[in-house]
C-alpha cells in the first residue's frame, strides 16, 4: 500500500515545478533561445520534474511489492503491466526518463530547441501522468 503522504508531498513538489515550466513554455523560441536564464531553468525544472514523476513510479512499484527496480527505465513498465498506467502513460514516462538522461548526462550539448519542443509538447504529460499517481489516493 503507498503512504498518501509521500505522494501528497511528491505531487505538490510536482506541482509547484509544473508551475514554473508553464511559465517558461509561453516564451516563443527566439525568446527561449536568447535567454539563458529561460533555457536553464528550464532544463533544470524539467530534470526535476521527470525525478518526481520517477520517485512516485518507484514508490508505488516498492510500496505494492510489484518487483525489483534495476533502473528508473523498468518502472513504466511494471506500472503498466499492473494497471496503474495506461499505454500511453508508460510510453510518455518512458520518454521523460529518456530525456532526463539526456539533460543529466549530456548538459553541456543539451539543444535548447529540444528543451523548447518539450515545453511546448510534452509539458501535458506530467498532468496526465499526476491525474494517474493521484488516483492511488
Do not use: C, W
Not at 508508460?90 to 528543451?115: C, K, P, S, T, W
Amino acid at each position: 500500500m503507498v503512504d498518501p503522504e509521500i505522494i501528497r508531498k511528491r505531487l505538490a513538489r510536482l506541482d509547484e515545478y509544473l508551475t514554473i515550466l508553464d511559465r517558461q513554455a509561453k516564451y516563443d523560441l527566439d525568446t527561449f533561445l536568447g535567454d539563458p536564464e529561460h533555457y536553464g531553468s528550464a532544463e533544470h525544472f524539467l530534470q526535476l520534474s521527470i525525478q518526481v514523476v520517477i520517485d512516485l513510479g518507484q514508490h508505488v512499484v516498492a510500496d505494492n511489492g510489484l518487483g525489483a527496480i534495476a533502473s528508473a527505465g523498468e518502472v513504466p513498465a511494471i506500472l503498466r503491466d499492473h494497471g496503474i498506467l495506461s499505454t500511453d502513460q508508460a510510453e510518455a514516462m518512458q520518454g521523460m526518463i529518456g530525456f532526463r538522461n539526456v539533460l543529466v548526462h549530456e548538459y553541456e550539448e543539451v539543444d535548447h530547441r529540444l528543451v523548447h519542443e518539450h515545453l511546448s509538447a510534452r509539458l501535458a504529460d506530467f498532468g496526465t501522468l499526476r491525474k494517474a499517481f493521484a488516483l492511488l489516493l
